[in-house]
């Protein structure tokens, strides 16, 4: 296992409504990454963070947001949800003198209903 | 734009046997590549990365990776396969070493060890 958790596990919403998932990096990793995992599907690159800053974004409307604290833990933001958001979202962290190895957690599923 | 191919969407090999699961990449600079895995209802684990140096790259679980720049390909690869090896395995490239570089990952591919 790896020392990154994610929380809630499971999750069910209603389209429209705004939902925030949270990650716990593995200590001493400074740059966490988010990522959405449809059934069948390999993970989609949401963002990432890097110290506090998002430094990178896939191609994901403004709706989903993030942010990364002093302790390099992490939350991802989704408004207005819709059904397509039904869909496993992990997050990783890593640490660049690492070679950028990513550690993931188990992932968040959220239902759309 | 970077990006990486899984052209099999699974691999079927009995226990015992070698196996091969097939990876190529497209990416502007020197290519980060790595392999992960991932279990039902788990995340992704970390199975093994090439930065540089030697092509043929040791990893978790008996796995190894060979890196061949020519063909832009980076097959995962074992000896002799475990019914436990079973899962789905993505291959995913980085653009780079910077803070910024960002990760993509391949389809996947589904690994069936056969008894």
């Known amino acids: 296992e790896t020392g990154v958790t994610q929380s809630p596990t499971h999750l069910i919403k209603t389209r429209g409504q705004q939902v925030t998932l949270r990650c716990s990096s593995q200590?001493?990793?400074?740059?966490v990454s988010w990522y959405q995992q449809a059934l069948g599907q390999g993970p989609q690159f949401i963002f990432q963070?890097?110290?506090?800053?998002?430094?990178g974004r896939g191609n994901f409307p403004p709706r989903f947001s993030g942010l990364q604290f002093p302790n390099y833990s992490s939350e991802l933001n989704v408004n207005a949800l819709e059904l397509d958001d039904s869909a496993l979202y992990l997050c990783?962290?890593?640490?660049?003198?690492?070679?950028?190895?990513?550690?993931f957690g188990p992932g968040t599923r959220l239902t759309v209903t | 734009a970077q990006s990486v191919a899984q052209p099999e969407d699974q691999v079927n090999v009995a226990e015992g046997n070698p196996l091969t699961v097939k990876c190529t990449y497209s990416?502007?600079?020197?290519?980060?590549l790595f392999w992960y895995v991932q279990y039902p209802n788990r995340g992704l684990q970390f199975l093994l990365k090439?930065?540089?140096?030697?092509?043929l790259v040791k990893g978790s679980y008996g796995f190894e990776a060979e890196f061949n720049k020519s063909q832009t390909s980076f097959h995962l690869k074992k000896p002799s396969a475990l019914v436990s090896d079973s899962a789905l395995y993505f291959c995913?490239?980085?653009?780079?070493?910077?803070?910024?570089?960002?990760?993509?990952f391949g389809s996947g591919t589904r690994l069936s060890i056969r008894p």
């Open positions: 990783a962290s890593s640490f660049e003198s690492s070679g950028y190895e990513q550690y």
């Open positions: 200590s001493g990793h400074n740059t």
């Open positions: 963070y890097y110290r506090e800053e998002e430094n």
């Open positions: 990416v502007s600079g020197n290519p980060y």
């Open positions: 090439y930065i540089t140096g030697d092509n």
């Open positions: 995913a490239v980085r653009d780079g070493p910077g803070s910024a570089s960002k990760i993509i």
